[in-house]
């Protein structure tokens, strides 16, 4: 393959959100990356594990290597990429609305609910309480308007005022757009 066809290849995969790892660091660095999100992302819970030994002892190198090389390629540390993976989980956790906070912050492996808070908040912006706010609110402006593609505008206008009165009708609105 010549370097002209290599450098389109390479440019198409850029385009496309993917790239070839040929470097060994990048390869070791996505390995550590993928034993992140794997323990945060999968696992029913964070086990009350030092990360820094978890991850030296899952890939056998010493964590300072592993740290030193994760941040000359990332440009960040590893321990900010896992409190980030952490607060995604949290944000997904919230969306699903099946937890609480407490739960989640002990899921999550937070020391208390504020540790939790304070990392959410430094990482988004918002505080989880109102994040979650948000997610609802968009969740049922957008059940609102399947209900209005079915049903009109008058309907909509019922529920609306409905929702101002029982806000927990929210919980109801998934099922009532199957029946109708």
């Known amino acids: 393959m010549t370097q002209s066809t290599k450098d389109q290849l390479h440019k198409a995969l850029l385009q496309s959100g993917l790239e070839i790892l040929n470097d060994k660091r990048s390869i070791f660095v996505e390995k550590i990356k993928t034993a992140i999100v794997e323990l945060i992302h999968t696992t029913g819970y964070i086990p009350d594990v030092n990360y820094s030994d978890y991850l030296s002892e899952l890939l056998g190198y010493d964590y300072t290597y592993l740290a030193n090389t994760f941040s ?61 706010l948000l997610q609802l609110t968009a969740t049922y402006c957008n059940l609102l308007q399947q209900i209005e593609r079915k049903t009109g505008a008058k309907f909509r206008r019922f529920l609306d005022f409905f929702f101002l009165i029982h806000p927990t009708f929210l919980c109801s609105l998934p099922i009532l757009i199957c029946h109708l």
């Open 72 to 132: 000359e390629v990332k440009g960040t540390t590893i321990q900010q990429y896992i409190i980030i993976n952490k607060i995604e989980r949290a944000k997904e956790l919230l969306l699903y609305n099946e937890l609480s906070l407490t739960e989640i912050s002990y899921k999550l492996n937070y020391s208390s609910v504020a540790h939790l808070s304070n990392q959410f908040k430094k990482i988004t912006g918002l505080t989880p309480t109102y994040c979650n």
